[in-house]
């Protein structure tokens, strides 16, 4: 059975972030659940004062499209997270031909030290995203950065109530479109919360919808566990965030 490190509860309808070396004894009788966008699964507080180190368990099965924390350690092995650079990252997923030059750099100029090291840098949307979602919102990334610095998700919604602002990974469902502008928002708790994405590309944009779940008269599906989840890359500006490049968006697989 797999253990959780961290797990979120609700205060005044605020979702956040606990770890369990930081639970009491008055925290065995809390109610806690699975930091994943929508997911129902409840948690419980194990081992305070045990042979193992304070963690969490389910109690309740995770919903269907829930990333379960050993989805996670399947994605982020070996990871060294030091040279993170939000800038970097934003401009390495909107260069079109970024990807091509920068296998060809690694093939031919660091082919020999690639064998000596191992290590995976967060310069990719997808292995940043899984190595954010595993830790707690207050695990640092580098010396001056942590996980709520960059991610905006269920746990970290709250803190980006009035603005969000600079280069943010958003993790959210899509909800609509009208034009070029695609909408996407939260299933659970903050449900006002809607964030535009405005696409440079209609092309870029279609290529997203298509991957998107419809109905029988081509309508995205309203918010359900079978309504897609994205990861948005972008410079935001109050809610907004443009999209130059279709791989600004991820779709995470379970």
């Given at each position: ?134 830790k707690s919102i207050n695990s640092p990334i ?18 980006y109530s009035k603005v969000v602002f600079g ?88």
């Amino acid at each position: 059975m797999a253990t959780y490190l961290y797990a979120i509860k609700y205060e005044n309808g605020i979702p956040i972030s606990v770890e369990a070396k930081n639970c009491t004894y008055s925290d065995l009788n809390t109610t806690f659940h699975c930091p994943t966008i929508g997911c129902t699964a409840i948690l419980k507080l194990c081992s305070l004062n045990g042979h193992y180190p304070p963690h969490f368990r389910k109690i309740t099965n995770h919903s269907d499209f829930c990333f379960n924390e050993n989805h996670y350690k399947s994605k982020i092995k070996d990871i060294d997270p030091s040279t993170f650079d939000f800038e970097k990252l934003y401009n390495i997923t909107v260069s079109e031909h970024s990807n091509n030059s920068k296998k060809n750099v690694s093939n031919n100029s660091h082919k020999t030290k690639n064998k000596k090291q191992s290590n995976q840098e967060l310069n990719k949307i997808s292995t940043t995203f899984y190595y954010l979602k595993s830790k707690s919102i207050n695990s640092p990334i580098t010396s001056n950065v942590k996980v709520k610095d960059i991610l905006v998700d269920t746990r970290t919604s709250h803190i980006y109530s009035k603005v969000v602002f600079g280069f943010k990974m958003l993790e959210a469902q899509i909800l609509y479109y009208k034009g070029n502008i695609l909408t996407v928002g939260y299933p659970i708790n903050n449900i006002k919360f809607r964030y535009h994405l405005k696409f440079n590309s209609l092309n870029d944009l279609n290529f997203i919808l298509n991957k998107c779940p419809k109905d029988s008269n081509n309508k995205l599906l309203s918010f359900s566990n079978n309504k897609t989840f994205i990861v948005v890359y972008g410079k935001w500006n109050n809610f907004t965030c443009e999209i130059f490049n279709k791989k600004q968006i991820f779709f995470p697989k379970k």
